[in-house]
């Protein structure tokens, strides 16, 4: 095991004046943007809005030390977690869907957002943990080379839907140290009719191989904290409409059969769920034991439970 004291990847690029050449190659791409898989092509800088209704700056919900985390991430001091305003997907059964769909936030200056960072550093959170990242990536680039300049030293996590364009994560090479995607769904018929999002399952695919080709398999430290690697959330939803399986199967045969999984059952029908049985329930003990059983079967035993 590593000691406590780890420095993270992106320390090494604003060094050598590369993550700050990195924010610039973002922004640009925000005049076509195709920060996401659903790679609109609308001008961001010049107010155009895309499928994520995003602009040019950045908006954030909250932020603050989490403890509901990944034992991985949250320790003794807690995840540095953000709250990100907005998404690149409209799940109809959201459980922050006043965040993501109703966009309730604020706006924040890039140098405000570098002060939250080092804020949450100095509150001595394990990590800096961003929530829907994906559609503020320039924006998230910019703000990391300020509050590198400033002291930031604690690993970056990227909390995403899992829908990533491998453009735009080949930006976040060598800036990301953990991504923890949720991987929502193995097919993407459902996912199209469920989250908006054309060729959901397609682009996940590539999406994980591409982190963890960045990554690796998840790495601990002597006390238990995360500082690198891949750790996969899979959300159980009701009558196995996320296709477990082969999401399970994809991870352990195509990604690494060390994979961190996290096989979650807080599922519960929120914002237009009811409209979508048999997302209208919660899932049964019976449908949770099924995903673990799979999950086991398929030789994934890093699991989070």
Known sequence: ????????????????????????????????????????GVNRLAGARGFCRA??????????PHYGEEDVLVGSRGSGTVFLTGCNLRCVFCQNYDISHLRHGYTVSIEEFAGILMGLQSRGCHNINLVTPTHFLPQIISALDLACAEGL????????????????????????????????????????????????????QQAL??????????????????YRGLLVRHLVLPGNLAGTESVLKFIAEEISPNTYVNIMAQYH????????????????????????????????TRLAL
């Open 153 to 204: 030293n604690i690993p970056l996590v990227w909390n995403c839907g899992g829908y990533e364009s491998v453009t735009a994560l080949r930006l976040l090479d060598g800036i990301v140290d953990i991504y923890m995607p949720d991987v929502k769904f193995g097919d993407s018929a459902e996912a199209a009719r469920l989250t908006g999002a054309r060729g959901y399952w397609e682009a996940v």
């Open 269 to 300: 029908p929120a914002y237009q769920a009811r409209h979508y049985p048999p997302l209208d329930r919660r899932i049964t003990r019976q449908e949770y034991i099924e995903a673990l059983q799979i999950t086991r079967r398929l030789g994934l």
């Open 55 to 64: 602009g040019d700056t950045i908006e954030i919900s909250s932020y603050g």
């Open 1 to 40: 095991m590593r000691a406590v004291s780890v420095t993270p990847s992106y320390r090494k690029l604003w060094e050598s004046g590369t993550l700050s050449a990195r924010a610039k190659e973002a922004r640009r791409r925000l005049e076509a943007c195709d920060i996401c898989a659903h790679e609109c």
């Open 209 to 226: 191989l591409e982190m963890h080709r960045q990554v690796g398999d998840l790495k601990v430290d002597s006390a238990g904290i995360a």
